[in-house]
Nanobody
């Protein structure tokens, strides 16, 4: 089992920045992939960014150049630095972790970007 706790969401004006954090705990040896997903009202959950324990990173096209994912493997923590935020980035952001084939989810943190 993996428990994920996110923090760092909030309300920010367009062009501003936020930093999300997610700490994993539970019964696992290591987590191969940790990442961030988001779900806006009326839309499906979508991948934002992911990072393997070896450092391979993937970004969704709509955040390239604006968001940066990073990990602290020793502390089972993943971060998402979000810069140049746009109103369309408004969503609930979820941390996801995949120590095995199964993906575990955090409770989500709201990010609201005002225009």
């Amino acid at each position: 089992q993996v428990q994920l706790v996110e923090s760092g969401g909030g309300l920010v004006q367009a062009g501003g920045s936020l930093r999300l954090s997610c700490v994993a705990s539970g019964s696992f040896r290591s987590i191969y992939v940790m990442g961030w997903y988001r779900q806006a009202p009326g839309k499906q959950r979508e991948s934002v960014a992911s990072m393997t324990s070896g450092g391979t990173i993937n970004y969704a096209d709509f955040v390239k150049g604006r968001f940066t994912i990073s990990r602290d493997n020793a502390n089972n923590t993943v971060y998402l630095q979000m810069d140049s935020l746009k109103p369309e980035d408004t969503a609930v952001y979820y941390c996801g972790a995949r120590p095995t084939a199964k993906i575990y989810w955090g409770q989500g943190t709201q990010v609201t970007v005002s225009s």
